[in-house]
Every structure is written in structure tokens, then in C-alpha cells.
């Protein structure tokens, strides 16, 4: 009689345990709130990060247009880029450069060597004109700054902020972005285009 009692008091228990549906709602939302959370914390940052490039991209326009002429001021240029780019990820650390050429056709263009060994580089005694002016063999002939009156100048911004909208969810959610952006301008010939140089140099 003790042992039916028991497994009847038990039977009911779980009877009634199966049909209570009491903290259901509760249960529900904890497995739902980090699928939910990752997806809106990602949207969040996605468009930040759409934003920030966009912003980017027009800055970099405009501020290497802006050096581009006989009284651009490349100081104030960039300070330029960098207020606009912290109206959109505030605290970000924005880094520029520029390298001129003295026209499209050069841009990345080595300068002239005797590649006798066929190596594509300049080494063992080769000869080569040091076109920059540098004092090196450069496989790239571009100079680092703003250049001169009518040089070919590549203006380019690096962007790296950490995002308004970190996801803990996510390995690497809160790690900071880095977005570039660059801009291709040729200087008004307010003066006359300096040429490269001829000097000859040999390389090791």
C-alpha cells in the first residue's frame, strides 16, 4: 500500500510538472536574447562602418583636391579628414600620405636600371639612374609628399576606431576597424613641372 501510494504521489507529480508551463517565457527569451543581440549589435556596426566609409571616401576626395592647388595647405587638409571621420567614430586615429609622381604613367613605375642578371630587381653592380633623387634604386620611382606643380599625387587615409557598437557575442566583436580610402589628383601647373633626375648610381 506504501509503495502504490508513493508511485502514485510520484506519477502525479510528473503529470503535473509536464503541464505546468510556468517561467516558459522566461526560458525562451535566454535562448533567444544572444541570437537576437548578435544580429542587432552586428546590424549596428555595419552600418557604422558603412557610414565611416563613406564619410571617408568624400573627405579623401575633397581634401586631396584641395592640396592639389597653388595654396593647399596639405596641414590643414588633413586636420580636415580627421574632424569628419570623428563626427562619425569619435576617438579614431587617422593617418595620411601622400607620394607624387610626375605623371600617370610612373605611378609604381621602378626607376631605370640595367637588369643584367634578369632578377627584376637592381643588385650585384648594376647600374641605375637615380631618377627621385634619393640616392637609392627605388622599385617604386615615387616621392613621399605632396610634390610640385603638376605631379600626379596619391592621397591616402588610413582609419582605425574602435566601433560604438562592440559585439561580445562575436570573436573579434570589439576589436578595432581600420578602413582606407584613396584619392588620385594631379596638381595645377602653377609653375614649371620639375624633371626627374639623371644621376647615376650603382647598386650592391
Not at 642578371?117 to 633623387?133: I, K, L, Q, R, W
Not at 627605388?138 to 603638376?150: K, L, P, Y
Request: net charge negative; with cysteine.
Amino acid at each position: 500500500m506504501t509503495i502504490r501510494t508513493a508511485n502514485t504521489g510520484l506519477r502525479g507529480l510528473l503529470t503535473n510538472l509536464s503541464k505546468d508551463q510556468r517561467g516558459t517565457t522566461v526560458m525562451e527569451f535566454g535562448l533567444m536574447v544572444t541570437v537576437f543581440m548578435t544580429l542587432l549589435l552586428g546590424l549596428f556596426d555595419l552600418g557604422q562602418l558603412a557610414y565611416a566609409n563613406a564619410i571617408l571616401r568624400g573627405a579623401t576626395q575633397d581634401a586631396a583636391r584641395d592640396s592639389s592647388l597653388e595654396t593647399g595647405n596639405t596641414t590643414t587638409a588633413d586636420a580636415a579628414v580627421t574632424s569628419i571621420i570623428r563626427t562619425v567614430a569619435p576617438d579614431a586615429t587617422v593617418t595620411s600620405s601622400r607620394v607624387s609622381y610626375f605623371d600617370f604613367e610612373d605611378v609604381e613605375r621602378p626607376e631605370s636600371w640595367n637588369d643584367e642578371n634578369d632578377d627584376g630587381s637592381c643588385n650585384d653592380g648594376e647600374a641605375y639612374v637615380d631618377e627621385n633623387g634619393n640616392g637609392n634604386w627605388d622599385s617604386d620611382i615615387g616621392v613621399s609628399g605632396n610634390g610640385g606643380a603638376g605631379d600626379v599625387v596619391i592621397y591616402t587615409v588610413t582609419v582605425t576606431y574602435d566601433p560604438l557598437f562592440p559585439n561580445p557575442f562575436l570573436p573579434g566583436g570589439a576589436r578595432a576597424r581600420k578602413i582606407t580610402s584613396s584619392a588620385v589628383k594631379k596638381n595645377q601647373p602653377f609653375a614649371d613641372q620639375a624633371n626627374y633626375g639623371s644621376d647615376a648610381g650603382i647598386c650592391d
